[in-house]
């Protein structure tokens, strides 16, 4: 079963002197509805928000979710595929993917070939998304500061705890 | 092709607006004990939010959950907003927060609770428990999540707010700041 669109969370983030952190969310109706609708209506709400409080509102989030409520899941989670890649700016970037499949790793069982010959159709479908992005961007993904990804160097297995917490879940 | 350096572009801003600071993909996988983890990509702030959710849902889902056993569980694209006066003072306590209670339709029953943390004294009546609706800044927020238009608010089942119901003080969870010493 595909994902399904779910409501748009919108979380305010508040931070005392201290710094301690509390939240606000909202959750909008999903369908039929634009995303630059949701981007409107939270800018609208900020003002209103910072109206009513003395804390300070650091950020907000602005978050599409789309859901299988049906999935069961497979392979380990623990068993990530990581990539490095390096921006214009000659900055180190890394992703990586998890429950990695075995049959994409070279036969060391260890590393995954992304340059020169060797490279698994799937392996260089993923690098080349990520450095070339999307047909009509014309644009890459870029890394947290905004600087674009220009060159995968290298990647490999490696085995890490999950610690990530989705939005929307609360077990 | 290089974009902007964001965050530290809405660093060096007025301390009014909140910039757009990063556009971010989050691909969920579940695996066979229902741990989740994910795969995080960012886009440039400049790509349509649209284009991004659908990078996101479709070329991004299809490309990384090729090299995955693990099936997609959740497919996320935020939109990141910040401050751009991210070290402004305030006094507050933000455990104290006013809570605003909403009626659902089409299911009535349903509520639905938006805390406002270290809501302002002058927000309550003279109990200094019960929200003032007759508080300008209170009266506007009711509106604007109660407007029709095509953004409706909604609880997370999609049950658009109806009505307000109530509001008073109460405590919240908060998170503390990671110790340093």
Known sequence: ????????LIVFKWKDREGTIAYTSINIQNRPVLATDVQSKAAALVPLLKALSSSHLVEYRIISRYEDPTVTGAGEAERKGKFFFTTAMG???????????DS????????ITVRGTGVKPDIATFTNA??????????????????SIVAVTSAKKVHVRSLATRSGRSG | MCAVWP?????????????????????????RE????????????SIDPEAAIAASTSFYAGVVGALSDSPLSCVETEFLYVDDAPNAVTTSDLSQ????????????????????????????????????????????????LLAPGAAMVCNPFESVL?????????????????ATG
Not at chain 2, 111 to 123: D, K, N
């Open chain 1, 130 to 147: 990520i450095i070339n992005g999307p047909a009509g961007w014309g644009n890459s993904a870029v890394n947290e500061g905004g600087q």
């Open chain 2, 162 to 178: 109806l009505s307000y119901e109530a509001g008073m003080r109460r405590t919240i969870p908060v998170e503390f700041p990671e």
């Open chain 1, 104 to 111: 994409l790793l070279d036969t060391n069982g260890r590393l």
């Open chain 2, 97 to 144: 927060a006013g809570a605003l209670l909403f009626r659902c339709e089409p299911a009535p029953d349903d509520q639905v609770r938006l805390s406002i943390p270290a809501m302002l004294t002058s927000c309550y009546l003279a109990d200094g428990v019960t929200v003032d609706t007759t508080n300008t800044a209170i009266a506007a927020l009711i509106a604007e």
């Open chain 2, 7 to 31: 965050l530290a572009a809405a660093a060096a801003g007025s301390g009014v607006t909140m910039a757009h600071a990063q556009t971010i993909a989050r691909l969920w996988y579940m695996d």
């Open chain 1, 91 to 101: 900055r180190a970037y890394t992703t990586q993917v998890p429950g990695f499949k």
């Open chain 2, 34 to 45: 229902g741990t989740e983890d994910d795969t995080r990509l960012c886009y440039p702030t």
């Open chain 1, 1 to 8: 079963m595909a994902v399904q669109p779910m409501p748009y």
